[in-house]
T-cell receptor, first 112, second 115 residues
């Protein structure tokens, strides 16, 4: 059974600081997704990572994938308040179409 | 264009009532998914359709849960004899092609509260 773990579960950081969220998964997969969720809202797609060594960047967020280590990271550079949200990684179950298994989420709070 | 829409956005049910939750996927999207998100948790897979065919229902928690997509577009998730543990946000997602790398696009969810 595929399991996805994120850490930390909660992160409070000051504006301007850098930090990394980690996503570990238990079995082989060929696709990993990062989503953002604001309180009371649905999930917004951030990144799709498809191969070992893949790196994608959008604004202050950068995601990477190491399939050998079964690890993805979401790096936040010079955080701003608008990045406050919950971030989920999700892993596609190989061989079962596009079914996704989500991590528990990392709640990010950026303070002034 | 329009995204995934869901209705109702909020539903309060008394324990034992039946509820029906509707999902309108993005037009032309082949794949449709239902997820359940408990408070403070990540979404958990319930079921998956390719067009009108339900190809995976392994995540449905009991036989009280039933989903259909009879014409390959709109889908309904029905919960019979609701229980308090059914309280959650039910998310619908769609994607353009089966088994592709395409992202799943999520709707706003239906927040179900069972009293």
């Amino acid at each position: 059974e595929l399991k996805v773990e994120q850490n930390p579960l909660f992160l409070s950081m000051q504006e301007g600081k850098n930090y990394t969220i980690y996503c570990n998964y238990s079995t082989t997969s060929d696709r990993l997704y990062w989503y953002r969720q604001d309180p009371g809202k649905s999930l917004e797609s951030l990144f799709v990572l498809l191969s070992n060594g893949a790196v994608k960047q959008e604004g202050r967020l950068m995601a990477s994938l190491d399939t050998k280590a079964r690890l993805s990271t979401l790096h936040i550079t010079a955080a701003v308040h608008d990045l406050s949200a919950t971030y989920f990684c999700a892993v596609a179950n190989t061989g079962t179409a596009s079914k996704l298994t989500f991590g528990t989420g990392t709640r990010l709070q950026v303070t002034l | 264009g329009a995204g995934v829409s869901q209705s109702p956005r909020y539903k309060v049910a008394k324990r034992g009532q039946d509820v029906a939750l509707r999902c309108d996927p993005i037009s032309g999207h082949v794949s449709l998914f239902w997820y359940q998100q408990a408070l403070g948790q990540g979404p958990e897979f319930l079921t998956y359709f390719q067009n009108e065919a339900q190809l995976d229902k392994s995540g449905l928690p009991s036989d009280r849960f039933f989903a259909e997509r009879p014409e390959g577009s709109v889908s309904t998730l029905k919960i019979q004899r609701t229980q308090q543990e059914d309280s959650a946000v039910y998310l619908c997602a769609s994607s353009p092609v089966l088994g592709s790398i395409e992202t799943q696009y999520f709707g706003p969810g239906t927040r179900l509260l069972v009293l």
